[in-house]
């Protein structure tokens, strides 16, 4: 069975550009979550998919956006990009929403110059 | 939202058991407490969830206080690979800064 899957690993873009990272679930999860790691500021949730709706968001200003396609795939986009949106962006999958166990992907690491 | 406090590091010696504690003193009593670590370089991984009574598995066992105010996340013979970041984390599954395992040798 296929793991969670985060594309692009790796990515580097310029302040004032936008970025688009991929996640697809493991086959039979509905649901898809969104987290930003960095050093200072630990593992930060962004938002919860379930059934192709925001379900839960985090405390992250609207440049961080996400959808959730019908298939469970999710994209999640950054617009005008800052310094301080370096990170690694996790994404997990869960069967359930709200609770239920969560598998990581590798994540995609990006780097704003 | 539910919150949990953790501290920000451990230290063990290779072999010996480690308990690391949660506190969860907003915890209603529907909400679960899950356990994921997080090793280097990896995404956090799975460890434990419980509800009120202690669980245990191949990884780890968890010990519910009866209050559920608390929990305990106890490695009984912790090894090198066991140096990781662990998180104690409620229905909300929002992650805090963890406890950061250092297991010596």
């Known amino acids: 069975k296929a793991g969670v899957t985060q594309t692009p690993r790796y990515l580097i873009k310029t302040r004032g550009q936008q970025v688009t990272l991929s996640c697809s679930p493991i086959s039979g999860h509905r649901s898809v979550s969104w987290y930003q790691q960095t050093p200072g500021q630990g593992l930060q949730f962004l938002f919860e998919?379930?059934?192709?709706?925001?379900?839960n968001k985090g405390n992250f200003p609207g440049r961080f956006s996400g959808r959730q396609f019908s298939n469970s795939r999710s994209e999640m986009n950054v617009s005008t990009l800052e310094l301080g949106d370096s990170a690694l962006y996790l994404c997990a999958s869960s069967l359930a929403y709200h609770g239920g166990e969560l598998f990581f992907g590798e994540g995609s690491r990006l780097t704003v110059l | 939202d539910a919150k949990t406090t953790q501290p920000n590091s451990m230290e063990s010696n290779e072999e010996e058991p480690v308990h690391l504690p949660c506190n969860h003193s907003?915890?209603?009593?529907?909400?679960?407490i899950h356990w994921y670590r997080q090793l280097p370089s990896q995404g956090p991984e799975y460890v434990i969830h419980?509800?009120?009574s202690n669980v245990n598995n191949r990884m780890a066992s968890l010990a519910i206080a009866e209050d559920r105010k608390s929990s305990t996340l106890i490695l009984h013979r912790a090894t090198l690979r066991d140096a990781a970041v662990y998180y104690c984390i409620l229905y909300d599954m929002r992650f805090g800064a963890g406890t950061r395992l250092t297991v010596k040798p």
């Open positions: 907003t915890i209603s009593g529907t909400d679960y």
């Open positions: 419980g509800l009120t």
């Open positions: 998919y379930f059934s192709e709706t925001q379900r």
